[in-house]
């Protein structure tokens, strides 16, 4: 049986290549997809009114990009404020309550005479085949597509793929002219549209910001195909949903095989079956096909296969990667692939980026996104990210997939809770619209294993999500994804809990100066805990995530951002420099780090933040020395390099000073992320300004497989005063990586105080 089968593909695959062979002759000998990029510069111009083509196109744009690329460039592109923005602006006294009342609206407020951008893309159309689809990967805000002045049809979420049938409209082999009209800001769309809920975003980048292809086939046409992966009897389910664009039924045989995407070694037999799709409609097919010794996908271990689907008149193939993520109650902990897994990395905010005076087209880059996305957090040990409040190009969706990384895939919605300004409380999503958003998202996303979390929202009080949205979409996704959502109850029984740690979020206004029963924070303060300050999200018995702490924000420059400009000062009185406060930040960074990953209360540890935008008016920002190079401040570098090793060490003592010439017990935690026995020495050591070792002691450490030990090390203080660091540096006995280091700033002081 096993081979006729392999030789009925292999005719099946002559007759498919000598079709192919000649594919200019008529439609009926064409019977694969053919994909034609439309990547590249396009005609650019805008208008006020919504139904007017221009009549000439003044500037060019790179698609995938933004308007604010253009050349010549456009005069106050990006120019509107949310009304989350506002509500910001009434708090830090930018805006009045009463001015804020009147300009903020249902979505926010223009200050650029335009609402419409036109792209505008001459190209040359293949030979003619019998059905054309148009393909929008993601643009905003709207989306209306005009083919040879045809209107098409439009598109209005922002952040999902828009589908267009051209197959009337187009020329085939000759030159056409696509015209795709975006909105030049959030305001031209619906109220009930998700474009703008952001807090912390001055402006909003209008853009098609993905890829844009056309693609020509037969009928019955493969609309969509999800992979799911199925561990435990090393198979895949597929669901293939045919459609059939002609007016009469079509039979076809539907042939899927599993390869290796690498050495395209077939990994699975071929599977075929008969199917009709009626005429004008759609036919959904769940096949599963076995993948015998599946070799399992993990970000140590990105290996992945690829899915060839075909019918009489279409073929593609899927890329997926054989994996399962899901979070456990019971023991609070995030599985992968059967087996304890710690998330630790960072947070992107890429629609924040897209407004950073350095943004151009780096987010398009080949090269930079290689180094942003593997070789940097290689180096810090991050498996994970968090892409928060808005999501990215497909691009940057496979070279997680292909490099090993962990997505936590977040929706842009961001209402904030009760007792913000901008928060309403009467606000009621629109739940069809949600629902509708969140199925096209889940089916752009769901072949990635790198996307491990659908995220609803972020810090968002919204009780239709667990009651309604969530469970009504839930089940689309056959891995059968953990949820996150926010502030809300969790909507599965396993679903975790986001938490979010902003110690020092309580010294950051003006006064500084503790009221009666009020307790500012301390770095002290952390040698007496050993989990989470309490907040509502963090009272659960769900797993936690923890994906934002710090509150320690600064500019590229080193200059404090909007929410830290008074934090600082209070940190560092008169030594508040550029150099010190990147020091400092870098310092409290990674023992921060460090504090949260000791003691096993959280899933993941996620830093924020990674990349935003970075400017004088900005409310968080990045720790980029150089952007277009890619080059960390150092001293952010070194902390997380440490803080994050999978050999962690966490050395409990904040104090600002010691006794000289004293005896003091160390109390430093250990942990081991790995699935292997980590066994070394543990040594805690005073080096003086002068780097030479003052006082050292040394002793074993053995850790179990992801286990988790603390140690007391009893050390006697040098008797020479002065500034010293005090390191706890565990050096593996195996000598694989570097020895990771927790250190201290001390300074010693004689019993007498002189």
């Known amino acids: 049986m096993r081979t006729q089968k392999i030789a009925l593909w292999l005719a099946f695959g002559l007759v498919l290549a000598c079709i192919g062979c000649s594919r200019m002759g008529v439609a009926a000998e064409m019977n694969h997809r053919t994909t034609l990029s439309l990547n590249g510069q396009w005609d650019v111009d805008d208008s006020v009114a919504p139904d007017v083509l221009p009549k000439t196109y003044g500037h060019k744009a790179p698609v995938p990009g933004l308007a604010h690329s253009a050349i010549p460039a456009f005069a106050d592109v990006d120019e509107y404020e949310t009304r989350q923005l506002l509500s910001d602006m009434v708090q830090f006294g930018g805006l009045s309550k009463a001015d804020y009342d009147k300009t903020a609206g249902v979505h926010g407020w223009s200050h650029q005479q335009r609402n419409y951008f036109w792209f505008r893309k001459t190209f040359a159309a293949p030979a003619q085949n019998i059905v054309a689809l148009l393909k929008v990967n993601k643009a905003q805000f709207g989306t209306v597509v005009y083919l040879n002045g045809v209107r098409i049809g439009e598109h209005d979420p922002c952040f999902t793929a828009a589908w267009f049938d051209v197959t009337k409209a187009i020329k085939w082999n000759a030159q056409n002219e696509l015209v795709i009209r975006i909105g030049a800001h959030p305001g031209v769309l619906p109220a009930n549209v998700i474009a703008s809920t952001d807090f912390e975003k001055y402006h909003w980048t209008p853009g098609i910001y993905d890829d844009v292809s056309l693609m020509v086939m037969n009928n019955p046409v493969i609309s969509t195909v999800q992979v799911a992966p199925q561990l435990a009897t090393s198979s895949v389910l597929i669901q293939t949903v045919l459609h059939n664009y002609s007016d009469h039924s079509a039979t076809t045989t539907l042939q899927q095989q599993v390869s290796e995407r690498k050495s395209r070694t077939a990994a699975s037999e071929l599977i075929s079956r008969q199917v009709e799709v009626p005429a004008g409609g759609e036919k959904t097919v769940m096949q599963t096909v076995p993948v015998p010794k599946a070799h399992l996908w993990s970000p140590e271990d990105p290996f992945l296969y690829q899915l060839t689907t075909r019918t009489a008149g279409d073929e593609i193939t899927t890329s997926f990667g054989m994996r399962d993520f899901h979070f456990d109650t019971v023991t609070q902990r995030a599985y992968l692939n059967g087996r304890p897994y710690f998330m630790r990395g960072s947070n992107i905010t890429l629609h924040r980026f897209f407004e950073d005076p350095d943004v151009g087209t780096l987010p398009w880059d080949e090269a930079w996104l290689h180094r942003l996305l593997v070789t940097i957090p290689r180096q810090l040990h991050w498996n994970s990210f968090r892409f928060c409040i808005g999501p990215v190009p497909d691009r940057w969706l496979e070279i997680a997939d292909e490099n090993g990384l962990l997505i936590q895939n977040e929706y842009p919605v961001w209402v904030g809770a009760p007792g913000w300004l901008g928060y309403d409380k009467t606000l009621q999503y629109d739940t069809n619209e949600m629902i509708a958003e969140y199925t096209e998202w889940m089916r752009d996303n769901w072949n990635h294993p790198s996307v491990v979390i659908w995220d609803a929202s972020n810090e968002s009080i919204l009780p239709e999500f667990t009651r309604t949205i969530i469970p009504a979409v839930r089940g689309l996704d056959l891995s059968n994804r953990t949820w996150e959502n926010s502030y809300n109850a969790p909507a599965g029984a396993n679903d975790p809990v986001e938490d979010h740690q902003y110690l020092m979020a309580g010294i950051a206004g003006q006064d500084v100066t503790p009221k009666v029963g009020q307790h500012l924070f301390e770095m002290t303060d952390l040698e007496e805990m050993v989990g989470p300050a309490a907040g509502p999200e963090s009272k659960t018995s769900h797993a936690m995530i923890l994906n934002e702490y710090g509150w320690l924000w600064l500019n590229r420059d080193g200059s404090p951002t909007l929410v830290t400009q008074y934090l600082y000062p209070h940190l560092l009185g008169d030594k508040n420099t550029a150099e010190n406060r990147l020091a400092l930040q870098a310092y409290i960074l990674g023992g921060e780090t460090e504090f949260w ?158």
Request: negative net charge; without cysteine; glycine residues 6%.
């Open 597 to 754: 990953r000791a003691y096993r209360r959280y899933a993941g540890v996620l830093h924020f933040v990674y990349l935003t935008s970075s400017h004088p008016k900005a409310f968080t920002s990045d720790h980029w020395k150089d952007l277009k190079n890619l080059e960390l401040q150092p001293d952010f570098a070194r902390a997380m390099e440490n803080a994050f090793n999978p050999l962690g060490v966490y050395l409990n003592f904040w104090h600002p000073t010691l006794l000289a010439n004293e005896q003091h017990d160390f109390t430093i935690a250990m942990v081991n992320d790995e699935h292997r026995p980590r066994t070394g020495k543990l040594r805690l050591e005073f080096t003086g300004e002068d780097g030479k070792v003052a006082a050292i002691e040394e002793i074993p450490f053995s850790l179990a497989p992801l286990g988790a030990e603390s140690y007391v090390v009893t050390i006697k203080a040098p008797e020479s005063t002065g500034k010293y660091s005090l390191q706890a540096i565990a050096v593996p006995a195996d000598d694989s990586g570097h020895p990771t280091i927790s250190h201290r700033n001390v300074e010693l002081q004689s019993a007498t105080g002189h």
